[in-house]
């Protein structure tokens, strides 16, 4: 398996989970106002992320203020962008530094792999603090661990 491969093999993890996420977010009727606030923020940071390696501006805010609809829009897009972004992908264009200007004002610059790398385990943070969060109201979580996903082939 090339890293390419992985890569994709991780992003198509990412959308599973998140899509998982967002049916038990419905699924709770009136999720708790923090999950939603997290789910639209891993949307929001992803097209952030998104626009960074496309060379385009912001065009979502990092940390939306959307409805559980809005979300729903919104991680939709997100694997056919993605695939785009893979389909350009060899061993030099994941070496190749991206800079950018945080939300902060700071300017960075990071790898194409770097970032890839970096918005997996960022959704998996805020879909873990999401799961506590419906916990915490007794409502059920998704179950969203990579090793069930890959075990009942949710991901190829």
Known sequence: MTLATHLARLLAYDDWANRETLTAMKAADSPPARALRLLAHIVGAE?????????????????????????????????????????????????????YTNT???????????????????????????????RAAGREPAYTDFIHSARKRYIE
């Open 47 to 99: 097209r952030l992320w998104l626009g960074r390696l496309e060379g385009e501006p912001p065009t979502t805010p990092v940390w939306p203020e959307w409805t559980l609809a809005e979300c729903e829009l919104g991680l939709a897009e997100l694997p056919g962008r993605w695939r785009d972004v893979l389909g350009d992908l060899g061993a030099a264009n994941l070496a190749r530094r991206v800079a």
């Open 104 to 134: 902060k004002g700071e300017p960075w610059e990071n790898t194409v792999l770097d970032i890839l790398t970096h918005v997996v385990v960022h959704g998996a943070y805020h879909r873990g603090q999401i799961a506590a969060d419906l």
